[in-house]
């Protein structure tokens, strides 16, 4: 008979873990606990359905590292008239530097030209600190002139009745000219082609779009509404965009960084997936107020022979504009995890707001001890009919007795 007991026991707490087991509900009619719980749901879904989906699309798997390309191309030409050379014709191949295709390149609107120099003894420039002298003795033969020109021949050069002068040096002469720059007047029109490719998802897509008029990106220009897929831009235009003087920045030259942004979703039609443009000019720091030229000027030489055999060469410092391209963008498709993951995490954070409310309920209000009584409840088998009812609802019995009349709670509670 024991051995019958035992195993009936055994199956009896085996057979208990397939009772299905649910929490105690108590209804406080509370007005003020009510309200704040509802406004903390209302708050939390409205947080997880606005910001969470709507603004962050945290439904979808998102790809931050695009792969990007660039392809430059620039047009239009430039006509000077100077006394040095006379009339000239710059094209791309002549003011951009390198001339074409790459994402940071260097477009010369202005410059000094120095013709005709040829190796030898001349002068220093009285605006170099380090060339000045009262002697020969400040010129020491073959020492270059620092931020100069050429090496030190030893001789000191001062004009009739000035006690100090500039050292003579061994460079190419005449040292390059200081008058006042020649601007280049120009239409120079830019072609900014970008290409993005998205691993995660495979795509690729462009800022140019097809059409079915072979003349549009001869004709077209940007416009953030009307042509948003024209990659043509006007220098003119991209100094504009940048808040500046586009005089100003010709003359004594600057730094312009161009920032293609892409925010693609892929969930939508692919005609939404636009490219943005920032302009920003990065060689002024803004937060002391302070300007600092970059890559103001630069400098390059063209090489002659004469009939003689002699070399020489025409000097030009160039001012300019460099422009700097780069390519940002992101992607994202809906995902059922990150989906899954957000729902979980709001449906916790409703969780918070029931353990606030009871904490409140149990711990702040008036009547407590009141809706601590009624939220947690102790089980004590002290008699006989405790044990024929617990035995009753394991069906180890036709016990039918009920719950004595003192265990029976009403639903309701007082306000608080």
């Given at each position: 008979m024991a051995s019958n007991s035992c195993k009936s026991k055994i199956l009896s707490n085996v057979l208990s873990c397939l009772n299905y087991k649910t929490g105690k509900f108590i209804i406080a009619e509370s007005k003020r606990i009510g309200t704040l719980y509802r406004v903390i749901q209302l708050s939390i879904i409205g947080y997880l359905?606005?910001?969470v989906f709507l603004s962050k699309k945290s439904y979808q798997?998102?790809?931050?590292?695009?792969?990007s390309a660039v392809i430059t191309k620039l047009k239009g030409v430039a006509v000077t008239n100077t006394a040095e050379s006379g009339r000239m014709v710059w094209e791309p191949v002549?003011?951009?530097?390198?001339?074409?295709?790459?994402?940071?390149?260097?477009?010369?609107?202005n410059f000094i030209e120095t013709p005709n120099q040829k190796l030898g003894n001349c002068a220093e420039s009285p605006d170099v600190p380090d060339g000045h002298c009262k002697g020969d003795k400040d010129c020491a033969m073959g020492e270059s002139v620092k931020t100069g020109h050429g090496f030190r021949t030893g001789r000191c050069l001062r004009d009739n009745g000035k006690s100090s002068g500039t050292c003579e040096i061994y460079s190419w002469c005449p040292i390059e000219s200081c008058h006042q720059p020649h601007i280049s007047e120009s239409f120079l029109q830019f072609d900014i082609k970008t290409f993005i490719f998205e691993t995660f998802h495979p795509i690729m897509r462009a800022n140019v779009q097809d059409t079915a008029d072979k003349y549009h990106l001869k004709k077209c220009h940007y416009d953030e509404l009307l042509e948003p897929y024209c990659p043509i831009f006007s220098l003119g235009d991209i100094v504009y965009r940048t808040g500046h003087s586009f005089q100003d920045m010709v003359?004594?030259?600057?730094?312009?960084?161009?920032?293609?942004?892409?925010?693609?979703?892929l969930d939508r039609d692919h005609s939404e997936c636009k490219p943005r443009y920032n302009f920003t000019r990065i060689d002024i720091n803004s937060y002391f107020n302070l300007p600092h030229f970059w890559y103001s000027h630069n400098r390059h030489a063209r090489y002659y022979k004469n009939e003689s055999g002699e070399v020489y060469r025409t000097q030009f410092k160039v001012y300019g504009i460099r422009i700097n391209?780069?390519?940002?963008?992101k992607a994202g498709k809906f995902c059922i995890i990150?989906?899954?993951?957000n729902i979980g995490s709001g449906l916790a954070c409703i969780g918070g707001g029931t353990w606030l409310c009871d904490w409140i309920l149990l711990y702040l209000m008036k009547k407590r001890e009141?809706?601590?009584?009624?939220?947690?409840?102790?089980?004590?088998?002290?008699?006989?009919?405790?044990?024929n009812i617990t035995e009753h609802y394991n069906g180890t019995t036709e016990d039918t007795k009920q719950i004595p009349e003192e265990q029976q709670l009403t639903d309701q509670s007082p306000e608080v």
């Open positions: 359905v606005g910001y798997a998102k790809e931050e590292s695009i792969q002549d003011y951009v530097i390198p001339p074409q295709g790459d994402a940071v390149f260097f477009i010369v609107t003359l004594r030259g600057g730094s312009i960084g161009i920032l293609i942004k892409w925010k693609c979703d391209i780069m390519v940002h963008g990150p989906t899954v993951i009141f809706y601590k009584d009624w939220k947690f409840e102790n089980v004590k088998k002290k008699d006989r009919n405790a044990s």
